[in-house]
């Protein structure tokens, strides 16, 4: 591991202690050496499947990293950096200034880079767990969406079939009562024809009857 702000600090002590430049393999050496003595990775003890931490310090505290006793977190010193007597000078007078501050403290530099990686590592596991759980809500929720679309044409194929079978028996009805009218017609037209030798005026209808809206009134 290997990040731009490990190189920030520990170039100086790098070439305070050995007198290598801030881009020599003495350099990075210290880097990896440093990063690796944090070997434990993050154990969160709070639950990272629910919403998403309302800041940084939450996925901390969820990792159980606790802040140095001396106060000097690698944040602590983001902030020495930032101080209005030293944000305008020269780099490497910011990093002699920071470096005589800490040893004035006794605090160690390897410290605050230790802190740097105990938090890198917290946000990198963090954003592993979240990451596998967003995949897994998405594995989840797409096979719930296979199966509501499944359901949705079986349904969809049932529908239709009821559609059809119903048109199919209005068809049937109609076809059946077509013919009944035909031999309806037949008979009146015989009853007709037998009545017509005996009155002058024919009562028998022959035909359709007309269609009335309303229902027939029952006699009182």
């Known amino acids: 591991m290997s990040k731009k702000w490990y190189n ?3 170039s100086v002590e790098g070439e305070n202690a050995t007198g290598a430049s801030e881009d020599s393999p003495a350099a990075a050496q210290t880097v990896a050496d440093i ?7 993050p154990q969160f003890t709070a639950n990272t499947r629910g919403p998403m931490p309302s800041s940084f310090e939450d996925i901390y505290h969820a990792a159980e990293i606790q802040p140095p006793t001396h106060g000097y977190t690698v944040f602590k010193v983001a902030e ?6 030293i ?5 490497e ?4 200034s920071v470096l005589l501050a800490l040893e004035a403290a006794g605090v160690k530099l390897e410290e605050v880079i230790q802190d740097a990686v105990r938090r890198d590592k917290a946000l990198d596991a963090f954003e592993r767990v979240r990451r596998k759980s967003a995949d897994e809500l998405e594995a989840k929720k797409t096979e719930e969406n296979r199966q509501v679309q499944a359901e949705m044409e079986r349904m969809l194929a049932e529908l239709r079939a009821k559609v059809q079978a119903n048109n199919e028996a209005i068809a049937r009805e109609k076809e059946t ?5 035909k031999e309806k017609q037949q008979e009146e037209q015989k009853i007709a ?3 017509a030798y005996f009155v002058s005026a024919n009562p028998i209808s022959v035909g359709a009857t007309p269609q009335s809206d309303a229902p027939p009134k ?3």
Do not use: C, G, Q
């Open 87 to 91: 944000r305008d000078l020269p780099p």
């Open 80 to 85: 020495m950096l930032k101080n209005e007597h």
């Open 193 to 195: 024809d037998t009545i």
């Open 35 to 41: 990063a690796a003595s944090v070997r434990m990775e």
């Open 218 to 220: 029952a006699d009182r």
């Open 93 to 96: 007078i910011k990093r002699s």
């Open 177 to 181: 009562f077509t013919s009944w009218l």
């Open 8 to 10: 920030y600090f520990v």
